[in-house]
Each structure stands twice: as C-alpha cells, then as structure tokens.
C-alpha cells in the first residue's frame, strides 16, 4: 500500500515513528503528479527540488532529535493566491504573470514554522473570481472523478489535487464558497473558517469583508490537522480575531452528544437537484443514528443572499483591484507599441481636422492604464470590476452598496436567530454535482447561482466545511455543508468526523483515465 | 474697506503629524530621504498587504481636534478614496469620509494690528488620512520622464477643513499663523512648510452688492502656496481678479464649475491648472481592512486634560494676570510654547512679570533675531537662561545695580558689547561673578555723598546756576563723577546734588 493513499494524520504518525521518511513521502506525491496532473492540471506549479531539499532537511532534523513542527514532512500545496518571499505568486492571472512577492504571506510564514513541505502552486480562477477554475488564465483543471467536468472554483485546483491524490493537504481560499463547492465537486473535505480565524495577510484580495483561507483534505480530522496550523491572531491583519484556537486535531474524535441540527426549508427547496436532495436526506438519518436531534429553521434572508454578494463583493473587487494598473510591478503593455498606436490615432485625428476629439485623445498614461488592465485581466475579473464599479459610482451607492450592506445584516441575524434552536445547520454545499467543462461559461448568471448555499457563511462571517456524503448515478460526489456559529470550527470538525465514522464516502479515490 | 465686494475664504489645511512611522506600517517618516528608501511592501501597494493604523496619529489627531473644540464622535471609520496615479500605488487613498474623526469646531483668533476683533473661525472637520508619494516630471531632457518617490507614501496627514468664515486675506494669514501656532504648542506637527509638513488649499469667491441684491461668485480653489504671505497674496489676487472677471463675464455661483488655480509666487499671478482625470467621482467604500476606531468619553477627558495652557489661555493669563498689555502678551505667547515656557519662569522666579516681559520681548527677543537663534539656542549659547535673568532683575531691584549696569551685564554675555576684561566671561558665570569681573560694583552711599559734595565745592559756577534753576547744568557734574568712578549711577548724582543744593 502506497503512502499516499493514507490520511494526512496517518502520515505523520508514520513519520513521527520513524516507519516513513518525508524524502519518500514527497517523492511519492511528485511521482503521482507525473502520472496525472497531465490530465487533471490541478497544478500552475511544481518545484520538486525545493520541495525535496525541504523534506531531505525535515528528515535529517528528525533524526538528529531537533524539535520540529505540527506538520512536521507533510507536503502542502497552496493556492496561488497567497504570496510567498521570492516566488511567483500569480492568482491565475495574466496581470500578475510574473510578480514575485517580496514577503511571506502569514499562512504561509504558519506552514514554513510548522515544517510542511510545500510541494506546489495549485490552479484557480483568476483572482478568485469563479465557480469552475476555468477562469486561470493558464489552463484549465478538470475534475478526477470525471475529466470532462469541472472540480469546482474558485480552489479548483487545491480539490482536484487532493482528490486525485497529489497532495494530502492543501490550502485555499474561500470568498462565496471558492473551498467549499470544489471540495463537494471533487469528494473531499473543505472548510471554511470564521472571517478573522485565519489571518489574511498575504492573501492577495479578491473581497476583502468575505475572503478566507481554510484547509481542504481527504477527512475533517485532516482539516483538523492544517486549520489548526494556520489559525491564529495576527498583528498584521486588523481584520484577525484575538480569539484562542483549540487544538482541533485533538478533540477531533470527541463526539458530539445530542447535536442539534437544523435543516431550513430555504436549503430544500426550487433549484436543488434530486441526487443531492436523496443525498442529504439519508445524510440526516445517519446523523440521527448517532443521536442527532433535527429541527426545522428558517433563514428567510437567504434568497437575497446572491443579489447581496454579487453587490458587495465586486464592489470590493472593483477597489482591491485598481492597483493592478502596470506602474509599479505586474504586467504593463507593450510601450512602444502603445506610443506608435497614440501618435498614429493623434496624426489621423490631426488630417481629419478633429480638433474635438483630438482634445479628447488618451494621455499616454491613461491609454497605459486602460491596454495594460484590458489586455492583463480576463472576462470574469473585468465583468466584476464594471458591477462594481458600477455600483459604487455616485448617485447609485445608496440604492446598492448601502443596500446591500443592510441585507447582509438580516442575513447575519437570520443565523443568530437559527442558532438559538440549533448547534450545526446542514444543507447542500452545491445545488448540483460538477457541470461540464464549458457548460455555464457564456452563462454567467448560472455560474453565479452555483454560490447559492454558500455565500451566506460569507455574508454572515461563519464557518461553513462541506464533506461528502454521497454520488450521482453519474458517479459525481455530492457534498453536504454543515454550518456553525463564529468560532465554532471545532463542532464542525468534530459532528464532520462522527459522520465520516459511520460513512466512507470520504475514503472513495477516483479512477483517472 | 472700500472694496464694491466681500471676501469669503475658507482654508483646507494639511498637516502631516509628527509620527515616528507611517499610518498604516511601521515605515520611517523622515523628510529628505533618498528617494524609495522609506517604503515597504504595504506603502508600495503590494498584493495581498494590509494596513494596521498607528495609535500614536490617531492620538496626535484627537489632540488637536479636542484643542479646536471640535465634537469628538465615539464612532469614526476608514474610507478608500478611489482614483488612478501614478504616486497612488493601491489606486485609492485611505481616508475619512462621511464619519470623520471630528466636526465642529472652532479657532479664536485676534489681530495683532487689531484691525478686526477677535473672532471664531469655524472648524467643518478635521480628519486623518494618508500621503500620496511624490511624481516629479523631467522635461529638460526632452523625454519627459516621470519618477515616483514613495517614501512619502502613507505618511499621517490631518485634514482641518474651515468654515468660509475669513474675510480677507488678511484674516486668512492671521487663522493661519494661529493654527500653526496652536499646532506647534500640542508638538503635533513640525509645521515646516518647505518640507511639506503644513500645506494650505484655499476656496474663495466674492460677494458682491448689485443693485439686484448680493451675488456671489463662482469659487475658485487655489493651491499651490508655499508660505502664509503667499498665501496672503494669492487671495487678494484672487479676489481682484474674481471681480475683473465678473464685470466682464457677468458668472455666479452655479454658472461654471468649480475652478482650480496655481499659484506662481514669482510671477505673482496664479493659473488654471488642469483638473486630474475623472477626479469627479471618488467611488467612497468603507475600508473593509480597517476596523472602525472608537473613542470613549474618558479618552477624550483624557486628552483634554493633557493639552496643557494653549495660546489664547496663555494670552489671556498674561494680559489679566501679569497685567501685560494684549501686544506684548501676544508677542511673547506667538513665540512659540520654549519662549513662553522661559519667559513664565524669569517672571516667576524675579517676581516682576512687566519687567521680565520689558527683558524678555526687547532684550532677548532682540538677539534672537539677530543670531536666529531659538530661545534654546539663546540659552546654550549666551548661558544666559531664565534664573540668570531673574537674578539680574532682582540685583536692579535690590539697587546692587542700575539699570544701565544690568544692560552692561547682559550685553557682554551676549557679546552684544565686547567689554574689555582682566578676566574672559564665562557661559557659566552667575550674575554675581560676572558683575564682580565687569567691576559693575555699586558705589558706597556715603563714599557718593562725598564725592558729589566735592564737585560742588569744586564748581562754583556750576552751583550758582543750578541755584539760579538751571538744573540742566546737573549734566556736567554727572560727566565729572563719571570720569571718577564709572560705577555711579548718574541718576543718583543727579538726585545727590541737587538736594545737597538746596540744604
């Protein structure tokens, strides 16, 4: 039995004890990247030698007795969004190509500390802005369970690696439910974590009042493993809680006594595919098998939760995206072909005898910024910087912006009602399984409703982790989401670990060919 | 006045605050550095960085916005002001914008000349916000190349916005001597403004008589004014050419929009300047990376409590209290919070506030103008600080010197006189030992008494005419007992003589 085919908590056990080496265990993980990331392309890149010599020198300091860290020879891959000191951080965009970040982003300064070996950069859509990966500005990735369908997005390729088997832990990032659909997508574990549990710092921003890294995994208790690594206070990001974090991986097992779980009508309603609705139903009666209590809530702000998002997070977008604007680093357009192009509009405009328009001719510094954003951004991130600018452009900030602020309140009170009654909401991650590549690419709009169980955890600033809990007769997973008060990732994890006892859906690996 | 208009001023003053490091990182704030030297991946606008505010601006604005009397909210949040340049590295400028750190406010201010009586000039607002770098535009090499210098790039700076409360440019220079002043005594701001750290935007128009009624102009900002006499300037500018212009174009308010000018202190004329690409519409976001800043009743107590005696307090305590008149009383509190802080001690420690004020705004204040010295300079240079002049006002009251003598003395430690000695002044010198090596002792009464009964036997002629009331020819007696003993105090002979005349 290959290494790779075990749980992330049993490969540091293993190399804790001394039976396995990291050296060995990399090695594994590079070699299974060569077989299929061909075919899957979960990866932007891969850095084999760094990733050895990391795992070569974790190894030597086991053996010499040094202290190590919590992940002490697991390998990690990382979503390209979040920056690292020398290397290329790209967020699968065209206008950060070849920017290398001068500094470490606090996840990532948290992975080096724990002594994981970060094996690779793994896809996305750009600048986080998606549901299917297929926004990269690369390459697409395609979903292990089928080639042909998408691992979800916008962590589509954090999913897709740890379905496939290609690494056993990976972190991404989850704006709308960029974790958690992929991971129901691709069959694995993936959880968001409270806004402010992990620090920002370093996540290169998509919508800064809704970003959030998070782990994805093969189990909870592997998700247990990361999330304990990378939560925590941080000076750097104002936005982070100073709240304790508890040792996930060490309760995990602890299970749940009485839980009570709620299931809103909203969540079972118009919209929802019958395989993920028989799905969570017989996901529930397993809960109930284990003494879970069901109790019928309401989360009536719910439905305005996509007009809500697609409000405030491209507004955010819209400002956290101007600096991408080709002066001070990034990709800048081509200069001299810039000027040429000025002075032949300028000439023609002089020979047409235009005076008007000529008056009204580009700077070169403004034709700069206008060839370097259309020519560096794809159509997605282009479509949410127009809504939001749009939306936050005098005379219509009140009617959107504000408005949408206001809702996203209701949305947040909704759950503090719910979590009166309740411990753990569950519903689906994912109102269907994966679409095909290229199903909804000239359909935005569903696209969009792909995030509709999804953005509310974001809108309200909750932990939301979604684990699978069964297949399409297509034989495409099905995720369900459980949600849980701010900072109560642990009963997440622990109500997540109960049901991944009694199933195995988790354990299934798929068959790429 | 006999201007056919009124003039309606109000000022946008931007003072950077005297912070070790920048609002939102932990970079250096020092003026001169070479160029993006200062700088880190946050102030250069890096992906994925975060701000986290600096405490130590937000209580440097609370400082003075308690000391402007402005409402402190308990609520105050941080905006991303949104437009594109070059200098702007995120693409928005973190500021404040619908709830600002303060509002509401005011500033008393008094003429000097006492052209006009004191008054209250509005404060609108005071905010906090952040710096843009610096673009400087080489055209002398004929390729017009641009440089970005963000070293000031995220650096503290406090928005004091008026009320178009000024009515002249007089008044304007005036708010703003005073603002300055009350900025230098909290030690919020150097205030240097040729490096920057104060910077003054003007809106001003006319409102004019017709015999349709009052019109107003359109208003017009003008930057771009290096100095307060620039910016006196630029306003009368303004408002003659405002007037010129409405005479021949007939526009109000409303009519155009906005003007913005430059103005070129050289030439002595400002210029339209090209408003900044779709400057109109800022797209204001709260900053989602910013936490709001609350602020407790106690903390504002706090503040008020620690501002210590500002200008006009210490105005008014000097005028009331020392009995000084309103002009001296400004003169010495305008000098700044070291001068005043040595005058209160020369007068508390002599005991004679109007003569400690005569030294100190005629005598000290003489040479620090010549030497340009601050009054700390005056001190480590001269040794003469607050004990020694109070020593020297003492000595003159106590009649161990005359007033001339006590000149003498402070004179020669300034080097004002070069007094020939058998032993050199030393800056350590009290009063005592430098009257003992200057020999500025004062003569024996009776060994006076003596001598002056001399020269009267001596002088017969001199006698006789003092006897016939021509008490003018005192003066040659005087010159003689000078000539005896340089130490007599001509008054005293004067005094002497003529009673023993008249026994």
Redesign the interface.
């Known amino acids: 039995m290959s290494a790779i085919s075990l749980t992330a908590t049993q490969q540091l056990e293993r190399l804790e004890s001394g039976q396995l080496a990291s050296v060995e265990l990399t090695q594994a993980y590079l070699d299974r990247i060569k077989e299929v990331d061909g075919q899957v392309g979960a990866f932007l890149r891969v850095d084999a030698e760094a990733a050895l010599a990391t795992a070569a020198k974790i190894d030597e300091q086991r053996a010499s007795g040094k202290p190590l860290g919590r992940l002490a020879g697991l390998p990690v891959s990382v979503k390209d969004v979040?920056?690292m000191h020398g290397e290329m951080?790209t967020?699968g965009s065209k206008i950060?190509e070849n920017?290398r970040?001068?500094?470490d982003?606090t996840a990532i300064a948290r992975l080096k500390a724990a002594d994981a070996v970060l094996i690779g950069r793994t896809n996305m859509d750009e600048f986080a802005m998606g549901g299917s990966t297929e926004n990269s500005a690369f390459h697409c990735t395609h979903n292990p369970w089928n080639l042909d369908c998408s691992p979800g997005g916008s962590s589509g390729g954090a999913a897709a690696c740890v379905a496939a088997s290609m690494a056993p832990l990976s972190v991404g990032t989850d704006t709308g439910g960029s974790i958690r659909q992929p991971a129901a997508f691709c069959g694995v574990t993936g959880m968001k974590p409270t806004y402010g549990r992990v620090s920002?710092?370093?996540?290169?921003?998509f919508?800064?009042?809704l970003d959030q890294v998070g782990p994805l995994a093969r189990t909870a208790a592997d998700a247990a493993l990361l999330l304990e690594v990378l939560a925590g206070h941080d000076?750097?990001?104002?936005?982070s809680a100073d709240v304790p974090v508890p040792r996930y991986a060490e309760t995990i097992a602890k299970p749940l006594q009485g839980l009570r779980i709620g299931l809103a009508g909203e969540h079972f309603s118009e919209g929802l595919s019958a395989e993920t609705e028989s799905a969570l139903r017989e996901a529930v009666r397993v809960f109930e098998s284990l003494g879970g209590k069901v109790h019928d809530i309401s989360l009536p702000h719910s439905k305005y939760g996509i007009a809500t998002y697609y409000i405030i997070a491209p507004?955010?977008a819209?400002?956290n995206?101007?600096?991408y604007?080709g002066?001070?680093?990034g990709y800048r357009t081509d200069e001299q072909q810039l000027i040429a192009e000025l002075s032949a509009e300028r000439k023609q405009l002089t020979e047409a005898d235009d005076p008007h328009t000529l008056d009204r001719l580009d700077?070169t510094?403004?034709r700069m910024?206008r060839k370097t954003r259309s020519e560096g951004f794809g159509p997605e991130v282009k479509r949410r910087i127009m809504l939001g600018?749009y939306a936050?452009?005098?005379g219509y900030?009140d009617a959107y912006?504000l408005k949408a602020l206001k809702v996203r309140r209701l949305i947040h009170n909704d759950f503090v009602e719910a979590f009166k009654q309740v411990d753990v909401i569950l519903g689906p991650t994912s109102p269907v399984p994966a679409f095909k590549l290229g199903e909804k690419l000239q359909d935005p709009l569903s696209m969009y409703l792909v995030d509709l169980y999804t953005v509310s955890a974001n809108l309200a600033g909750i932990p939301g982790i979604s684990i699978p809990c069964g297949q399409s007769p297509e034989g495409l997973p099905i995720g369900l989401q459980l949600q849980a008060p701010a900072f109560e990732e642990e009963r997440l994890l622990r109500a997540s670990h109960m049901f991944q006892q009694a199933t195995d859906w988790h354990q299934k690996v798929p068959e790429i060919s | 006045m006999s201007n056919p208009y009124q003039i309606i001023i109000g000022l946008e003053v931007h003072v950077q605050l005297a912070t070790e490091s920048k609002l939102f990182c932990r970079c250096a704030t020092t003026f001169g550095a070479e160029p993006n030297t200062q700088t880190c991946p946050l102030c250069i606008g890096m992906p994925g960085t975060l701000p986290v505010m600096n405490r130590r601006a937000f209580e440097l604005s609370l400082r003075t916005a308690v000391a402007l009397n402005c409402d402190i909210p308990r609520f105050t949040k941080w905006d991303r002001k949104q437009y594109h340049y070059p200098d702007l590295p995120k693409g928005y400028q973190i500021s404040q914008f619908d709830l600002p750190m303060s509002s509401g406010g005011y500033l008393e201010i008094r003429d000097p000349q006492g052209q006009f009586e004191t008054k209250r000039v509005g404060i609108i607002r005071a905010h906090l916000e952040e710096d843009a770098g610096k673009s400087t535009h080489d055209e002398k090499t004929g390729k017009a190349d641009s440089r970005i210098d963000l070293n000031r790039t995220g650096t503290p700076l406090l928005e004091i916005v008026s009320e178009p409360d000024l009515r002249s440019p007089e008044e304007a220079k005036v708010y703003l001597t005073e603002l300055k002043l009350l900025l230098t005594y909290l030690g919020v701001s150097d205030c240097n403004m040729q490096e920057g750290s104060l910077r003054v935007d003007a809106n001003v128009n006319l409102h004019i008589d017709t015999p349709e009624g009052t019109i107003a102009t359109p208003i017009v900002e003008v930057k771009n004014m290096n100095s307060f006499r620039a910016v006196e300037r630029a306003l009368a500018y303004d408002a003659k050419r405002q007037y010129d212009e409405w005479q021949q174009t007939g526009q109000k308010l409303g009519d155009v929009p906005k003007q913005t000018r430059g103005w070129d202190d050289e030439a002595g004329v400002s210029r339209p300047q090209r408003s900044k690409e779709e400057s109109s519409d800022y797209r204001y976001l709260p900053d989602p990376d910013l936490l709001p800043v609350t602020v407790t009743e106690n903390e504002v107590e706090d503040v008020r409590a620690s501002l210590g005696e500002l200008p006009a307090a210490l105005r008014e305590r000097l005028i009331t209290d020392f009995g000084l008149s309103p002009y001296n009383a400004g003169v010495l509190v305008n000098q700044g919070r070291e001068l005043i802080d040595y005058y209160l001690t020369v007068a508390k420690v002599s005991g004679d506030a109007k003569t400690a004020c005569n030294w100190v705004t005629q005598d000290v204040l003489r040479v620090l103008r010549k030497r340009d010295y601050t009054i700390l300079q005056f001190v480590e240079k001269t040794g003469i600080d607050a004990d020694w002049l109070a020593a020297l006002i003492e000595n003159v009251r106590n009649k161990k010197l005359t007033k001339d003598q006590a000149q003498q003395a402070f004179d020669a430690m300034t080097g004002h006189v070069v007094v020939s000695v058998v032993q050199p002044l030393g800056l350590k010198d009290s009063v005592e030992v430098v009257i003992e090596k200057l020999g500025l002792k004062q003569v024996d009464e009776t060994e006076l008494l003596a001598l002056c009964q001399e020269l009267l036997d001596k002088n017969p002629k001199i006698v006789s005419d003092l006897r016939g009331g021509k008490h003018q020819a005192v003066g040659a007696l005087i010159g003689q007992a000078k000539q005896r003993n340089a130490n007599v105090d001509p008054g005293r002979v004067r005094e002497i003589c003529l009673n023993l005349i008249q026994q």
């Open positions: 979040l920056c951080t967020c950060l920017f970040s001068p500094y982003a920002r710092y370093g996540l290169v921003a919508a800064s009042s000076p750097n990001d104002s936005t507004s955010e819209s400002s995206l101007a600096r604007d002066v001070h680093y700077t510094l403004v910024y600018t936050l452009s005098a900030y912006y």
